[in-house]
């Protein structure tokens, strides 16, 4: 790009029109397919160097590493994570040996006390990445070749040599003290988010909100925020009567520095640079067009690293930036009746909302109805919280004493702020699920798009049919989930693939709804529950309490009219994040509920397995082991004479209990594998249930999961095994009259 930039200048060129060359069609092609070639050499690389790491080869030992900490702590499920670049092992020898790539780091405990740039030293067991595992590839995406676990208090060797990143480190540690000590706790975390992209703190009832609102951008840091930092201290520098070019100079070093603060995020990085063009344009005496910035941006953030295009935050800041100037212009011409400020808003909503719909319908199959009356709303808070935040952190540096009145002021325009997304997100309808697209269905809509958007434009006639199949392609993929959301006509029991854990729906003719679980993945479940138009789940169980089985529940109580939800009574680690969200009953051994058409009969768990599994948690050693498993909720559905059981995670004792206690209520024609088809697995129990189905939730695991042995019960009384890691979702049918089918 330098090379075409002195090509286009030409020695001693005065320095007049554009900045950038307009590229002709085929040095365009050059240009995009040498970024191809650059991007999919470093695959190859990082390939390379993920398979020949000493790291990954030191699957399960404790070693001594160090390293540089390349991301900041994040929580991550009970604890913190962070990731290490140039790691070593075994530092405090003279012959240290250093790895290529980074180091995937969790933490239990408090948060380490390290910053972005610090080189430190730790004891960890390390942990190869899984390939079929979908955490671990977003991990590799990210350079990533080895999982470890820390086993020892961090070591501090030395802070970041690189003065930027030391002053943004210490604006970051002042902006948190400083707004921590005086705002309220949710004020502090929303003004932190807007600021510098810190939403660690940020309560999910709030992110909730911000989602269903269509605000979650702006807790996210987008180019927004950088159009707000640079216009507000230009206007400051240009009230004191700073000379043009000194203000475009500041201009440019604050948008540097502003990236640094908020951790280079790729929305932050696409607006810095179409920023930072724009700037030197003027500082050159040159012109510069929003297009080219923004080709320019997209090429150079995929020179810098091609994994980038698989970040969901890369996509949607492209995608709706690429809405906003392409289609932004014909809708204001067409809405040319209302005042241009208005005109303006409204257009760059729906321009954005409209070209970011097909990806969110790939990643998330959910829309915002309320974003663009959100945004409309939110639009006039969003700078003053912004530039006073900022302008807050920085007199902290100087005295917190100046920085209080500046942060006051921002935390009341934050909690205004959190209103209008508590307002607009809690509304009717604020939400509408979408089915899941494919690659050809974003493909397809995306055509549609354009077509919409010449006719819009005027750019020829023979658009106007594509866009008017365009707009009922588009509309359709919003209706359809209303159209399609009806109950079904006999039993319906959908085990959902979610890896090495439990998730299942029981769906009845009369449109009972009951959840069993719901899997490892926080937002998996839910998304599911809303591709299929629901509002409402009548019973929610929570089998047992660990994780692969019971985080996808938090967004389902927090987000969905729940009638029910019951636990095993054992008071476990992450029962109070459950509770949390929604009061949760427990489920006794015995007690029948009536759901709808459905009658459900909790078999277990017993006092006695109850009060084991409280004993186990006392014990670090035991508390993730067998006593939970087996006070796990065992309950029987029924259903015109018909019945499935499901089983959560008991082992041996449980079931030699539901046999001498339950033998007559165990007979069912489908059942939930316990415990993901582990060997330990009674024969008698399964005799007992003598089932003609057996559906197996199951991933990747080291645990030999689905077991020999239990396959070869499960053959032995004539059952037909369905697993979830070969068919993915597995959905089994039954009618009034017995007749059971089975599918995907």
Known sequence: MMAAWLRHRRLGEPLEGELLPRLGRFTALLLLTGTLAVGFADLGIR?????????????????????????????????WSYTLSHPTIDPKQGAARPAAGRLYIRAYGRAPQIQLGDRIELEVKLASLDEDDPYDGRLARRGVVAKARELSEVRRVTPTSNRILRAANAFRDRMLRTAGAALKPDQAALLLG??????????????????????????????????????????????????????????????????????????VLRASVMASVGLAAFLFGRTSTPAHAFLLAFLMLLAFDPMVLWSVGFQLSFAATAGILWLRPPLVHRL??????????????????????????????????????????????????????????AAGLVSPQLAWPLLKVSGFLASALQWVGKTFGRSEGAEVAVPRFGIA???????????????????????????????????????????????????????????EGDAALVESPAGARILIDGGREPELIPAELRRRGFERVDLVVASHLHADHVIGLQAVLRRFDVALAVHPGVRAPLLPTLTAERPMEVASSGEAVQV????????????????????????????????????????????????????????????????????????????????????RLVEEFVNAVDPEWVAVSVGTNSYGHPSAKALRLFEGVGAEVLRTDRLGDVVITMDSEGRVNAGR
């Not at 400020?341 to 199959?365: K, R, T």
């Not at 958007?453 to 009922?472: E, F, H, K, M, S």
């Open 47 to 79: 390939a390379a160097v993920q398979r020949d790491s000493p790291l990954a080869a030191l699957d399960g030992r404790v070693v001594s590493v160090g390293g540089i900490v390349a991301s900041d702590p994040q929580p991550s499920g009970r604890g």
């Open 194 to 267: 807007l600021t510098i992209g810190d939403e660690s703190r940020i309560s999910e009832q709030v992110q909730d909100d911000f989602e269903a609102a269509g605000l979650s951008h702006l807790t996210a840091v987008s180019g927004a925020n950088v159009a707000m930092v640079v216009g507000g201290l230009g206007l400051l520098l240009a009230a004191i009567r700073l000379p043009r070019k000194a203000v475009v100079i500041a201009g440019l070093i604050a948008i540097a520095f502003f990236a640094v603060i908020t951790r280079w995020e790729p929305s």
């Open 596 to 679: 709808g058409d459905l009658t459900v009969e909790f078999l277990g768990p017993t006092a006695d397995l109850r009060e084991a599994a409280a004993v186990s948690l006392s014990d670090p050693a035991t508390s993730e082991g067998s006593a939970l498993n087996n006070a796990s909720v065992v309950l029987r559905v029924n259903w015109a004479g018909e019945c499935v059981l499901f089983t959560g995670d008991v082992e041996d004792e449980a079931q030699q209990e539901l046999v001498g206690s339950s033998a007559g209520r165990l007979d069912c024609t489908v059942m939930k594998a316990p415990h993901h088809g582990s060997g």
């Open 336 to 393: 040319g009746a209302l005042p241009k400020p208005l005109a303006e808003a409204v257009a760059i909503g729906v321009a954005a909302q409209a070209a970011v719909f097909p990806l969110i319908a790939l990643h998330f199959g959910r829309i915002s109805v309320a974003a663009i009356p959100a945004n409309l709303a939110a639009f006039a808070l969003v700078a003053p919280v912004t530039v006073l935040g900022l302008a807050g952190g």
């Open 441 to 499: 269905q974003m493909a397809i809509a995306y055509l549609a798009l354009a077509a919409i958007w010449l006719l819009l434009a005027r750019r020829t006639r023979w658009a106007r049919w594509p866009a008017l199949g365009g707009a009922v392609l588009l509309l359709a993929s919003g209706l359809a989930p209303a159209l399609g959301s009806g109950t079904p006509a006999g039993l319906s029991i959908t085990f959902f693939d979610v890896g």
